[in-house]
Nanobody, 123 residues
Framework: QVQLVESGGGLVQAGGSLRLSCAAS????????MGWFRQSPRKEREFVAF????????TYGDSVKGRFTISRDNAKNTMYLQMNSLKPEDTAVYYC????????????????WGRGTQVTVSS
């Protein structure tokens, strides 16, 4: 198993930036592909970004393309989500997750989840 803990959420004005971190412990971090998802009261859980085990394959949800960047440092057992040009529509609880699949943007394929971190973007 792998344990995941998110950090870095908070309040930011529209147009600002924020960096989220996801620290992993337990089994070897590099064994898992990783993803970010978000959940807001008015929407179902939404796919945000995916990063393969080696970092060679990256995909993003349409709503964040060009603004968000996912990365990982396997030596530090940590994944990051750099969020730029933030919009009020980005307000949500953000979750990091790990999957045994080579690739997936489907939340049910992710077996391990953090508890989430709140991101609030004001207008």
């Amino acid at each position: 198993q792998v344990q995941l803990v998110e950090s870095g959420g908070g309040l930011v004005q529209a147009g600002g930036s924020l960096r989220l971190s996801c620290a992993a412990s337990g089994r070897t971090f590099s064994t898992y592909a990783m993803g970010w998802f978000r959940q807001s009261p008015r929407k179902e859980r939404e796919f945000v970004a995916f990063l393969s085990r080696s970092g060679g394959r990256i995909t993003y949800g349409d709503s964040v393309k060009g603004r968000f960047t996912i990365s990982r440092d396997n030596a530090k057992n940590t994944m990051y989500l750099q969020m730029n040009s933030l919009k009020p529509e980005d307000t949500a609880v953000y979750y990091c997750a790990a999957t045994d699949y080579y690739y997936s943007d489907y939340d049910k394929d992710y077996a391990y989840w953090g508890r989430g971190t709140q991101v609030t973007v004001s207008s």
